[in-house]
């Protein structure tokens, strides 16, 4: 059996040194050729440099996309920084929706060789990869979670993500990720209606993080920058700022004045999702 193993860097392959954590190199692909069986070829493509995954963005999704669509069948691990795994989640499964892949996102709380959770999320990666199942997901402290809806909801646990249930991504208008400007804006009781106006001059589009179950401020000018927008061309994106949820257009008469805009519906999307679906659809 033929596994790919696409390490981008992240906590799980750092060592200690003289100025704190820092990437090892060799680290993550040794210990997964020690967890794999001997009936299996492990094929490795290692990011050069080494990211923190803080630094993680569309060109490096389409690095990932391109190394998994070179080894057809092939079962693939994807080792990874957890404080941006929920984009790079959503990324992968709404880019590779309908390709019939499997792929294992894996990262830790704890570098390797330090007693901590690498050891027991990656083995759980090697054992996910072995499955059936087409799709990607993420392998982390015992759970196998669908990584289209991930949610990073502890800085500090190692039980630190859970998942919303998202709907089944319909195969992408683009496959790759292209230059766009894109952003998630979060409204705030009292938010400037010119900052969110500036903020869209310089966007293509962007994904706007609204109250509850769709409601916002009823300020004139805010609903007239967000119509504006949407008629100039720009796709405007709401989700909740709710965990789970998601948005019910309609439930709210709060909520009249935003929906009048031409704002779309992310529904349950989390704020990754809806990003990603701007980027591609």
Request: net charge negative.
């Amino acid at each position: 059996m033929q596994f790919v193993l696409i390490h981008t860097g992240g906590t799980i392959g750092m060592a200690e040194t003289p100025a704190g954590l820092a990437p090892e190199q060799g680290l993550v692909e040794t210990a997964l050729e020690a967890a794999l069986g001997p009936d299996t070829t492990l094929v490795s493509h290692v990011f050069d440099p080494l990211l923190d995954s803080a630094d993680v963005g569309p060109g490096h999704w389409n690095e990932m996309l391109d190394v998994i669509r070179s080894h057809p069948g092939a079962s693939v691990i994807v080792t990874h920084g957890t404080d941006t795994m929920a984009f790079t989640g959503a990324a992968l499964a709404q880019a590779l929706a309908g390709e019939e892949r499997r792929v294992i996102l894996c990262g830790s709380m704890h570098p390797l060789g330090t007693g901590g959770d690498a050891e027991e999320n990656l083995s759980l990666a090697v054992e996910a990869a072995t499955r059936t199942e087409s799709g990607v997901f993420l392998a982390f402290a015992g759970k196998l979670l669908e990584a289209g809806g991930l949610v990073k909801h502890h800085s500090h646990e190692v039980d630190a993500f859970r998942a919303q249930q998202q709907s089944s991504p319909s195969a992408p208008l683009h496959r790759r990720f292209a230059e766009r400007r894109l952003a998630i804006l979060t409204l705030s009781p009292g938010m400037p209606s010119a900052m969110i106006e500036a903020s869209l001059s310089q966007l293509d589009g962007a994904v706007l993080r609204v109250f509850g179950s769709g409601t916002a401020m009823a300020d004139p000018s805010l609903l007239k920058v967000l119509a504006d927008a949407v008629r100039a061309g720009k796709r405007l994106r709401a989700v909740s700022q709710c965990e789970a949820g998601g948005l019910a257009p309609g439930a709210y008469a709060a909520g009249a004045g935003l929906w009048s805009t031409g704002i779309e519906n992310g529904g349950a999307q989390t704020p990754e999702a809806a990003l990603i679906h701007l980027w591609l659809n």
